[in-house]
């Protein structure tokens, strides 16, 4: 659900922050560079960052079926990826001797 570009909804609500002077400067030069109001930038930056900060914290609700079917996956034996085995097995290229 990305709320970035919702502008069906009338804009009551206020936000206010304090900025220095360089991250003021960072920020309208940003949208600037974009093409977009400062409102605009600011707000969809925020709200991105929200929904990314809040992605892995949701309540996921399944029914009946859908409960079934996902305890079933997790129920199944595992099976052996042999070029996964390989791969993970292989030093990282950071920790090759060059």
């Known amino acids: 659900m990305t ?23 960072l920020i309208r030069d940003a949208a600037a560079v974009t093409g977009q109001s400062l409102t605009d930038f600011v707000t969809t930056a925020a709200i991105v960052q929200a929904e990314n900060t809040l992605a892995d914290r949701r309540v996921f609700r399944l029914d009946d079926s859908a409960w079934t079917e996902f305890l079933a996956i997790l129920d199944r034996p595992a099976v052996r990826i042999e070029a996964l085995s390989t791969l993970l097995a292989e030093p990282a290229p950071w920790d090759k001797n060059s």
């Open 3 to 25: 709320l970035a570009h919702d502008t069906g909804q009338r804009k009551d609500a206020r936000l206010a922050m304090r900025l220095t002077p360089d991250q003021d400067t």
